[in-house]
């Protein structure tokens, strides 16, 4: 089936340490995002990638940054991790501009960080 | 900036019956809006979305209403059931064409 797929699922590491987080999608979208989940805080935006040359800041992107390797690969860095960087990150997928799925978010399983 | 604020965070019902959920959003550029539901432990699903040129939309037991002049939508669902108990986040497309979500609700359908 056509999926989103985050690896790795959980990872502990320490502060100060660079991270990174991938995801790969299947379902052949154009649009790629990253959001954070905290508890009560819902689902904040990190960066969004409308295609390959197209990345854009979300709402809390200090700290993190971005690679669209290809239209299927969209990894999130944390170059030097800190503790209020714990939380559950998800990966995102869309269909492009003009189409009817343009903003329906197909999400990954989540990534689980925890930054010691 | 955007913003998009959800009440309440917690809701408890007795099964069978009604829960509604609110959302009031700020970019008043933003025509649409989606609901996910996240169960325990699961990714957010899309359940309903409506669209600014619509003011209501159902879908079996659950419907979306919109009122794009005072900038709020509600998720109402109808003869609630154990399996309606998740969180709901409610959603806004912005006019940088990206979705900004909703703090959450926890809805707890109590048998």
């Known amino acids: 089936d056509a999926d989103v797929t985050q690896t790795p699922r959980n990872r502990i590491t320490k502060t100060g340490k660079r991270i990174m987080l991938e995801c790969s999608q299947t379902?052949?979208?154009?649009?790629m995002y990253w959001y954070r989940q905290d508890p009560g805080l819902g689902l904040r935006l990190i960066y969004y990638?409308?295609?390959?040359?197209?990345?854009n800041k979300g709402e809390i992107s200090d700290g993190y940054s971005v690679s669209r390797q290809a239209q299927a690969k969209f990894s999130l860095s944390l170059e030097s991790a800190i503790p209020n960087q714990t939380a559950l990150y998800f990966c995102?997928?869309?269909?492009?501009?003009?189409?009817?799925?343009?903003?329906?978010?197909?999400f990954g399983a989540g990534s689980r960080l925890t930054v010691l | 900036g955007e913003n998009v604020e959800q009440h309440p965070s917690t809701l408890s019902v007795q099964e069978g019956d009604s829960a509604v959920i609110k959302c009031t959003y700020s970019?008043?550029?933003?025509?649409?809006f989606p609901w996910y539901k996240q169960e325990l432990g699961k990714r957010p699903q899309l359940i309903i979305d409506?669209?600014?040129?619509?003011g209501e939309k159902k879908d079996q037991r659950i419907a979306v209403t919109l009122n794009k002049t005072a900038k709020h939508f509600s998720l109402h669902i109808t003869e609630t059931q154990p399996e309606d108990s998740a969180v709901y986040f409610c959603?806004?497309?912005?006019?940088?064409?990206?979705?900004?979500f909703g703090p959450g609700t926890s809805l707890s359908v109590i048998p």
């Open positions: 959603a806004a497309r912005t006019s940088y064409d990206k979705v900004i």
């Open positions: 379902k052949g979208h154009d649009r």
């Open positions: 409506i669209r600014s040129n619509v």
């Open positions: 990638s409308f295609d390959v040359k197209d990345i």
């Open positions: 970019d008043s550029a933003s025509n649409y």
């Open positions: 995102a997928t869309s269909e492009g501009q003009g189409t009817p799925g343009a903003n329906v978010l197909t």
